[in-house]
């Protein structure tokens, strides 16, 4: 079960920071993910369901420990805590990231905002977007944390993010953005 949490952990941040660059895209079986085409836009939005074999108050506080995310991400060089705002109802964080991007890219700079909030009973989503970046003009996305609906003690994420880049090299990246998110 350690493994298996951990595994999940290792996912879930990848899904929130896109890091760990991939050719084949192997879908693990508890895991489903669509891509959706938006117009104008370089890159699909990506929703992703999955089952984690935890429950949903752990699972969120695992995708949401961003101080540790740069000691098991590949290419991850910092994940600082810049900002927290605890409020009765949210929590607000700001993340400055750099990571090591491809060549001919050189490594991002990044500030996303990180939002989470209890929605109902046993659930909570976190809410990311961006603050400042030198790499891409619009990021935003969700991850919701529900018990769930049929396996007792697991929970169940339901995944969306859309990242418009900068570079007009983004293109070429498609496919590795789509595998880094697994």
Known sequence: MKQKLYDNAYILTICLLFQLPTFALEIPTWMTLKKKEIKNEVWPEIHIVATIDTDPLTSTAIFAAYDYQKHY???????KVILEKVQKKTNETHVKY?????WPLSDGHYVHGHEITKTKKGS?????FLVE???????RGEATFSPHPTETGKTQLTYVSLVRPKSFLAGIFKKIMVGDVI
């Open 124 to 128: 909570f989503q976190v809410r990311w």
């Open 98 to 102: 750099t990571f090591d991007m491809p």
């Open 133 to 139: 970046s030198d790499s891409a003009e619009l990021v």
């Open 73 to 79: 991400i590949p290419d991850l060089k910092e994940s």
